[in-house]
């Protein structure tokens, strides 16, 4: 059986209101499906052609990064590699920008966050076609010989593949990206109070009107309908990964799609990871290479950038930065 966690149904993050709004502020949303997901924009402002106006604008930049690079869009720069439509393409300097954090996450996790991983993913039916066996080792050990970040060259601003069969996948990541670049979007256009989620990945632009902080909550990764707590956020970016939110069932047994590439089976230890920073795009990707590291690691990486952390082991237990806001649910 397969479970995928759908936006409109469950949503890994919620918003709480908190605190009487600004009456001088007026409250407009809006939501668009890309990524293949419901993306949503809270702004407060006193000007409501203008907040709209500068939410279309958002939006049409989440939109243009996710037809660019998404490797699930057909004719994207990432899917035309993967399908060996071209052989090499030239990145501007987003492109680099983009690949090369993701060779720095990559040598962080030391080499267990590596996004070529999609080979073993698809092995899995992760997707669309129920899978009633385990993998077998034969066909995870051949899906894993075609997973190496380091054969994704990047020359200059030439971006290649050194293996044929390489796939580079953008899910764990551009989502992220997308939500930072929305959120600088919107800076730019004026907007200084504003709320953005694509589910698993947060941006916000200062405070609410009120002058209270967002108030973000968290699902319980074991019974997702109800919450585990709730943390704060003020102009600062989240990204969640857990091991609830895409997941297979085999034989009674749930094996999650972050995986573990030295043995192709879902990473162990861990249930979720919110990870909180001032960049949406860096707050993606730690959450999903954290998911590979020891807690030890973590805890000390995340002091010495000035990362907010919260771990949740397979027994419920919850490790966490000194300056995590995080308020336990009753």
Not at 82 to 97: H, R
């Amino acid at each position: 059986m397969i479970r995928k966690i759908l936006a409109i149904i469950l949503l890994p993050i919620f918003i709480l209101a908190c605190g009487k709004e600004n009456t001088e502020s007026k409250k407009i949303q809006g939501d668009k499906f890309l990524f293949g997901t419901h993306i949503a924009i809270t702004i407060y402002d006193k000007d409501e052609a203008a907040a709209k106006k500068a939410m279309e604008a958002a939006f049409n930049e989440i939109e243009r990064i996710d037809h660019k690079y998404n490797s699930k869009v057909k004719g994207s720069l990432i899917e035309q590699l993967n399908s060996g439509a071209v052989k090499k393409v030239t990145l501007d300097d987003e492109g680099v920008y983009l690949i090369q954090n993701l060779k720095n996450i990559y040598e962080l996790s030391n080499g267990y966050y590596d996004v070529t991983i999609a080979p073993v993913l698809e092995v899995w039916n992760f997707g669309e076609k129920e899978r009633s066996d385990v993998p077998s080792f034969t066909e995870l050990q051949e899906a894993l010989a075609k997973v190496d970040f380091t054969k994704v060259i990047l020359d200059g601003n030439e971006l290649y593949y050194a293996q044929d069969d390489i796939e580079l996948d953008t899910g764990s990541f551009l989502k992220g990206y997308a939500v930072e670049k929305a959120k600088g979007v919107l800076k730019d256009m004026g907007i200084e109070s504003a709320f953005i989620s694509s589910i698993s990945s947060i941006e916000t632009i200062n405070t609410k009107p009120d002058g209270k902080s967002w108030r973000i909550g968290i699902e319980n990764p074991q019974d997702p309908k109800k919450l585990l707590g709730i943390v704060e956020l003020d102009n600062q970016g989240m990204g969640v990964s857990g091991d609830y939110q895409t997941y297979i069932e085999i034989n009674g047994k749930r094996y999650h799609h972050i995986l573990d590439k030295s043995t192709g089976y879902p990473v162990e230890g861990k249930k979720m990871i919110v990870v909180i920073s001032d960049n949406a795009f860096l707050s993606d990707m730690y959450s999903t290479a954290f998911f590979t590291m020891h807690t030890e690691e973590i805890m000390e990486f995340a002091e010495k950038n000035n990362l907010e952390v919260l771990i949740v082991d397979n027994n419920m237990n919850i490790t966490r930065t000194e300056g995590m806001k995080f308020e336990c649910a009753k």
